[in-house]
């Protein structure tokens, strides 16, 4: 590995040629753009500006941009050395500069032989996967030890990723299996699910790179106690850990592991052993099939030249409408329920990386980095917050996920009767979908508002009040991203996607998109805290901090 920081070798991106270009670009033309009349101006715009990548078709042509802005961004890329940062990350140089790590989790998928690390990684995959087998072999008897339901007990990284994949493949997962995931340290969370298993049939996963995540042990703990009382005494069969910290699980009763490396980041680490719990659900094919999914896309990032790299694409379009158009959030619509995890998972992945004030050098930033993530699956999103989208002070761009041929759990079963209800539902669905996407971008002008309110207008409401609130202002930009079908391979390429399309935003920004430090405090104090509940002792809290302990232990007001 390099020990070197690659990113400290290239200008900042606000000290560059290019981002003062953008700058002129958008205030004389950008902010302007109307993408009515673009598509006017431009009968091929929405082919100039689609792209397809390994499983995933994207069209970008409802984005606010135009040839001139993609050129501006092709140049702040270049200047920002974002292909040589690229390299770096792919060959293990060390961009995690503030805790001296690679971040390699594309090793994790590369095909055996080839990729850092190769002989171990496919060891301890082969291993993972040879365990998640024998389990699954037995899964659904009657026999002691045979396991009906599996409980993935982890947070964050150790969590979004597996329960998102493991809902995303509903139609894979084997049926005589039940996967449950536990990760709030509030006990509602694990109480609420315990009733419902046997001891003898459950396998426990603690997921922990450490070993000593508050929340995971605090559940483990839980979930430890009452298998011993529903009379568990197996807890090395029943209980499993994913792991570096092999000596410590040993310790809590855990001594089947699997263990990943440093260079492995939470909010990356699906691919790793932390997989297990989509390893016992889909099975070790499609498990394979996935990281075949992710390396596909991870070589056309590595290899599509800039301005047919649609992670790059993706990147710079996230910098030009953050810092230029102006856009602080942005919302993931996935119109599949088996993607309804996915906007959780993108919420960490981005959020987390890409929420930093400093640059790589520790100086603060002038400007704007990661923007707020949120979503829900189309339809429900329609009738929730789909109301400011269109009609909001806010512009907000959206995303639209679109699966053109469902899979459905146990369809081989179906009537024909069930299977064409079912797929006039998917037609409506994506109907639901691109029209939505299509009112987002031509709205209703006052005019045609006017002529429709006319049969409903009356003296006390006139027409011209109902058409104002009739009017939708258009010109809202969106970008959709089409699979074929939801498969393993699929979602596998649709996340990597997102991991580098983050990391291009990150690097452009100069950022160390692979720390969390902004996590850590809140952590550290709450181990300070927590015996404070107990003792009632405030001595030398904040006020507000103070009151709040006072009254939670029941002694009033300080």
């Known amino acids: 590995m390099n020990r070197d920081a690659p990113m400290t070798a290239w200008p900042r991106c606000d000290r560059t040629v290019a981002w003062s270009a953008l700058q002129g670009h958008a205030e004389a033309h950008g902010r302007a753009l109307d993408l009515r009349q673009l598509f006017t101006d431009d009968p091929q715009r929405a082919q100039r500006l689609s792209l397809q990548a390994p499983e995933v078709w ?26 040589a940062r690229r390299d770096a990350l792919l060959r293990g140089d060390i961009v995690n500069v503030t805790e001296g790590r690679a971040a390699l989790h594309t090793a994790l998928r590369a095909p055996k032989g080839t990729g850092p690390f190769s002989e171990a990684v496919h060891a301890e995959l082969d291993r993972m996967l040879a365990f998640a087998e024998s389990i699954r072999a037995r899964a ?17 990284g150790s969590d979004l990723g597996p329960q998102m994949v493991v809902a995303a493949l509903g139609a894979w997962v084997h049926p005589q299996l039940r996967l449950h995931f536990v990760s709030n340290v509030d006990g509602q969370d694990i109480a609420a699910l315990l009733p419902r298993l046997k001891a003898q049939h459950t396998l426990f996963v603690v997921a922990s790179k450490t070993f000593t995540t508050q929340e995971t042990l605090a559940n483990a703990r839980t979930a430890r106690q009452w298998f011993t009382e529903q009379g568990g005494t197996d807890i090395a069969r029943h209980f499993v850990g994913t792991t570096t910290q092999v000596q410590t699980a040993a310790a ?20 790793s052993a932390i997989g297990l719990p989509i390893a016992l659900a889909v099975g070790e094919e499609a498990f394979r099939q996935m990281l075949a999914g992710a390396h596909a896309m991870d070589r056309h990032f590595a290899d599509a030249p800039l301005g047919a790299n649609l992670p790059m694409l993706l990147g710079l379009l996230d910098v030009w409408q953050r810092n230029f158009m102006g856009y602080r959030s942005r919302c993931v619509a996935p119109y599949s329920q088996n993607l309804h995890r996915l906007p959780a998972y993108l919420q960490q992945l981005v959020m987390e990386s890409n929420g930093k004030g400093v640059d790589v050098d520790g100086q603060p930033l002038p400007y704007a980095t990661s923007d707020v993530l949120w979503g829900e699956p189309g339809t429900n999103g329609q009738h929730a917050f789909f109301q400011m989208l269109h009609q909001g002070s806010d512009v907000v761009p959206v995303e639209f996920i679109l699966v053109r041929q469902p899979s459905y759990r146990g369809a081989e079963a179906m009537s024909p009767e069930l299977r064409a209800s079912l797929a006039q539902q998917h037609q409506a669905l994506l109907a639901n979908a691109l029209a939505q996407a299509q009112a987002l971008m031509c709205g209703k002008t006052f005019a045609q508002a006017l002529a429709e309110a006319a049969p409903t207008a009356s003296p006390e409401v006139p027409c011209e009040v109902i058409a104002r609130h009739r009017t939708f202002p258009g010109n809202r930009p969106s970008l959709t991203l089409l699979l074929d079908r939801l498969t393993p391979s699929a979602l596998g390429a649709l996340v990597a996607l997102h991991e580098h399309r983050t990391f291009v935003s990150g690097a452009v920004w100069g950022i160390n998109s692979f720390d969390q430090w902004g996590v850590e405090l809140g952590k550290a104090l709450c181990q300070d805290l927590l015996p404070r509940l ?18 939670l232990h029941g002694t009033g007001t300080p």
Not at 147 to 154: A, K, L, N, P
């Open 252 to 271: 809590f009763g855990v001594t089947t592991t699997f263990g990943f490396w440093d260079w492995v980041g939470g909010r990356f680490s699906m691919w």
């Open 534 to 551: 107990d003792s009632g002792d405030v001595a030398g809290l904040d006020a507000a901090t103070a009151q709040l302990i006072a009254r």
């Open 140 to 156: 659904g008897g009657d026999q002691p030890g045979d396991i009906h339901d599996i409980v993935h007990i982890g947070i964050g």
């Open 58 to 83: 994207a069209d970008l042509s409802r984005a606010h941009w135009d040839v001139a802005t993609r050129r501006h961004l092709l140049d702040l890329a270049r200047e920002c050395g974002l292909e």
